[in-house]
């Protein structure tokens, strides 16, 4: 199996991006493909101490930036570290592509280049969330698409579904509604018609509305909601994280007494916090592409790209994808019936 | 000045709630009118020994409940204590009403009976949220209406930052528009319209889009949005204190070494929870409507019952409403002109 990533994605590129390709290599028995400059990526790699067995490097030129526009991944900015493993990956040279970049492009990038499942609508961006007890549970859609047809949201659920199933190994993933209330007239136009799909979507468990509020306690594996809805649901959950690590630190460090107290629970907070930390995860998927697109955190490290190898080559080991398609057709089959 | 108090809604009525109504007679001089059977209210203030010093019992027969349709309110629900509390409030006998039932048919009840501002187009549901260092912002809407137009969240915009202004004492509110990003072009058609009204609403301090993410630290002091994403947003965070204090609570309950740690930042921990106790604020106004409605939580005890006193007090001494229906007006005649 040979993944591709994106050399220069995100804040620590191209180190952390070498470092993470190298330790895949030993860790995961996979190759790797890196793309970008190769003579920088030469350097910092014998710089590093980097092996470069089961390492390729592959010419771009440039990066793609935030500010740019998505749609030039497809054309000026073709060439780009991110340009370059979306071909490398849609000319069948690799099984998946991670990119740290710019999430927008790779939503562009990824669908476009990446060609769509047959059927498929819309893409979905899945961003992994941690709930209680350290358990993961995926949003989509994450924000790739603002508005939604209650079509799309069947597929996202069906695709979320089997996500969870393959690649985080959850048996029987449930599958929940974003919604404001659990009560069946709860909720706009949206959730009403959509629910009624859900319901009659027999390839997943689905558990009906769900609100917000039991989301990170526990309540569902997947959660389906428009990426508008998605998009401030997760950052709402990303703002209070922030505020309450923030209002910790300050609980600790008040004085002398509380950093002795720190010092006593300093095991049960590291662990929270990894409990708590993307790192330990990887990546989100772009699901509903035709060949494997994970999209790392901006500020991912070596550990973080290891991460997102993982999710990569389980995702492509348990056929996913071809699960994902057979799904969709299904769908498909169904409706022209 | 006289408020009027639904005697039976929420969880720890009617004692807590008497309770309150007699901490709000003695500390804020305040008159306070209860509504409910009047005789089981007098048995309970005898056995609660409270005082009937500026405190007056209104007969009201049964108790709207949260299953019950909202609409109930105006006809055969009209006699509960809710009921008779809104009526109350619409005959002139008192100068706010606070409840802490059915939030649904506070909206319903405080808008129909209670009638709104003139020009008004929707009433807000407006949930005051802890952000980072104890101080407040407020959400409107929080749920009253699932889909808005332009116009109404320019409305919201205004009576959210007169409210901050009158009720909470901030000086020049900052206003932000909830969004999936800060840029220009981010967001759906409902941003886009909406922040071109923001932007030419002279009477607010409109500081542009924000993201979920930044309010819980403080980027904000109104934010404004449709219903069904404020009350999206406003879960999530729910949920996630809800998870983080639950994995505190984990933490220091772990061992006999952790318990010590606790012990040593044991004030720290009550401070910071009592920053992001909705306690000590007390209720969410219903803005719009033509005489002030507060919803208290309904798990108030009476610490909580006072808090929304306090509130409703600064509302109506502050004249808040005359001066949303003033800003509205003005809003009108400048469409007209």
Do not use: W
């Not at 180190?15 to 190769?38: H, R």
């Amino acid at each position: 199996m040979k993944i591709v990533i994106d050399g220069f994605g995100g804040d620590n590129s191209p180190d952390e991006v070498l470092k993470g390709a190298a330790l895949a290599v030993k860790e995961l028995g996979i190759e790797v493909a890196v793309t970008g400059d190769t003579d920088i990526l030469k350097k910092r790699m014998e710089e590093l101490k980097l092996s470069s067995d089961g390492i390729e490097l592959v010419h771009a030129e440039g990066v793609i930036q935030v500010e740019d526009n998505p749609r030039s991944i497809l054309k000026e900015k073709a060439n780009t570290s991110m340009g370059v493993a979306f071909k490398y990956l849609a000319d069948g040279n690799a099984d998946a592509v991670i990119s740290a970049g710019s999430t927008a492009a790779i939503v562009m990038g990824g669908t476009m280049i990446g060609k769509r499942i047959k059927g498929v609508k819309r893409t979905a961006l899945v961003p992994l969330m941690p709930a209680k007890g350290g358990v993961r549970y995926c949003v989509l859609d994450g924000g790739a698409n603002l508005e939604c047809r209650p079509e799309m949201l069947q597929q996202f659920a069906i695709m979320g579904s089997l996500f969870m199933q393959k690649t985080m190994g959850i048996k029987n993933p449930r599958v929940g509604l974003l919604n404001i209330g659990t009560e069946d007239e709860k909720g706009r136009e949206l959730e009403q018609e959509t629910m009624k799909l859900l319901r009659n979507t027999p390839s997943i468990n689905f558990v009906g509305f769900v609100e917000g509020r039991d989301v990170p306690l526990g309540a569902v594996d997947v959660l389906v909601t428009d990426g508008f809805t998605g998009n401030v649901y997760l950052k709402a959950c990303e703002g209070m994280g922030i505020l309450m690590k923030d209002a910790m630190k300050s609980m600790f460090f008040a004085n002398l007494k509380t950093k002795l107290g720190a010092l006593m629970v300093k095991k049960q907070i590291k662990e929270f916090s990894a409990q708590m930390d993307y790192k330990t995860i990887g990546g989100s998927p772009l699901l509903g592409t035709a060949k494997p697109v994970f999209k790392a955190h901006g500020s991912s490290d070596a550990i973080a790209f290891l991460g997102a190898f993982k999710q990569a080559k389980r995702f492509v080991e348990n056929n996913a994808i071809e699960e994902m398609a057979a799904a969709i057709a299904q769908l498909s089959d169904k409706e022209e019936a």
